[in-house]
């Protein structure tokens, strides 16, 4: 059993998202702690606000209160509604919430059945419930639950990384709900620093992602720029993919799954991601396990199977005559993704191309200009933007840039800093 554990501001977000799946029927209430009981017995939105208000009134200094579990037993495992409730008290209650106002949702959109659990971490006296070393004891309390429910144990790589993401399969269908269970979970927990990094991660998944443009004219005064409105990104769009890289599916505005995943909240993401790639030094296990490689591997394919062996995923992109333009790097394991060059110019795509395709040398080669981007174009009369031009504010570094990594990200930096400045008119 894997749990996966969120903290945020939002109580209304966290009760909708379930609430929503409650009023589509793909969700239930199975248990409730310390909830005024409706009279109807339907438990919604406004029974919950009034269940937890007085804690958030109550809250001292808490940024984040809103507690948002999720408990994913493996798919093999059969469990009642009874048990499912049992493993939620016994978990809150080692977790340290036993005594706190909680509703649990069993999710069954998806073949995995699960649970939700919304919870605050603030007490009835609006102190913050102890939470050091949560992800280590929630890992021992999950396995101490699966020994006595008889339940899957958690592989090694699923106990590290939590619930592996899978594929979107269009032929599945409801493309919408499976999207929606990646884009989530990649966009919270992956550090990135442009939407062409968030963009190849997808692709893992066969999901795709474009940038929708609106033509307005700029505010009197203001000749362009970031943030000038003119030719600016309005959305995003997702849409799934086959194994080829083609379009399978109409596409999804990105309000369809909240705004975590919309343009907003990934420029957000992406300041931050900058600030901690540079603070943690996660480049640094890419930068020791990639060289060791290259140097063992016998061929591409052994390079990219070693590689995946260690939790890191490459991606190459090749021109029509085989040639590789690029290339980009999951680590899985520091949730980083990371094109070539800004690891260094001994990653950059040349040099792969040089070794995969060429005379196998690994020296500083020269960089040369990239061809057009080789990614799926949005388009086919979809009719969900004036334009097919998808430049923008994501664009400003291109996926193999000369500029050193340091000096793109302070430059990503200062631009989203501007960008945000002159939207709030400062």
């Known amino acids: 059993m894997i749990a996966k554990i969120s903290s945020s501001s939002n109580l209304y977000g966290a009760l909708a998202y379930n609430q929503i799946k409650v009023d589509g029927r793909q ?23 009034q269940s937890f208000e007085p804690y958030l009134l109550a809250n001292r200094r808490t940024e984040k209160p809103v507690l948002h579990i999720s408990l994913n037993p493996d798919p093999g495992d059969r469990l009642s509604d009874e048990h499912l409730s049992e493993i939620a008290q016994e978990y809150m209650q080692k977790m340290g919430y ?32 102890d939470h050091n070393f949560e992800r280590r004891r929630s890992m021992d309390v999950c396995r101490e639950l699966e020994r006595k429910y008889g339940l899957a144990p958690a592989d090694p790589r699923q106990r590290r990384d939590g619930l592996l993401l899978k594929k979107v399969e269009y032929d599945r269908g409801d493309v919408k709900q499976q999207i929606a269970n990646v884009i989530r979970t990649v966009a919270s927990d992956y550090h990135f620093l442009s939407l062409k990094e968030y963009r190849t991660l997808l692709t893992l998944y066969n999901i795709g992602v474009e940038e929708v443009k609106g033509i307005k004219s700029p505010p009197e005064g203001d000749l362009g720029g970031l943030g000038s409105g003119f030719g600016s990104t309005v959305g995003l769009v997702y849409f799934a993919l086959d194994e080829k890289g083609e379009k399978v599916s109409l596409p999804f505005k990105s309000s369809l799954f909240g705004k975590t995943v919309g343009i907003a909240a990934l420029e957000k993401r992406m300041e931050k991601s900058a600030e901690i790639i540079k603070n943690k030094r996660l480049k ?42 690029g290339a980009t790097f999951i680590d899985h394991e520091q949730k980083c993704v990371f094109n070539g060059s800004r690891l260094g110019r001994e990653f950059s795509a040349n040099v792969f191309n040089d070794l995969f395709n060429g005379n196998g040398q690994r020296g500083d080669t020269q960089q040369t200009p990239l061809p057009v981007s080789s990614s799926p174009s949005f388009g086919g009369g979809w009719g969900e933007a004036s334009s097919p031009d998808f430049g923008g504010i994501f664009d400003f570094f291109t996926p193999e840039s000369s500029v050193s990594d340091d000096m793109e990200e302070r430059n990503l930096l200062r631009l989203m800093k501007k960008k945000r400045k002159k939207q709030r008119g400062l």
């Open 27 to 49: 969700a239930k209430v199975i248990f409730t702690n310390n909830m005024i009981e409706p009279e109807d017995g339907k438990f919604n939105i406004n029974i919950c606000l």
């Open 98 to 129: 036993g005594n706190q106002p909680y509703i649990v949702y069993k999710h069954e959109d998806i073949e995995r059945k699960h649970i939700h659990i919304v919870s605050l971490r603030v007490d009835e006296n609006g102190k913050k419930i």
């Open 284 to 325: 640094d296990r890419s930068r020791r396990i990639i060289p060791e490689v290259m140097r063992s591997a016998n061929n591409r394919a052994d390079f990219e199977g070693k590689l995946e062996r260690q939790g890191i995923s490459v991606l190459f992109r090749e021109n029509g005559q085989g040639r590789i333009y």
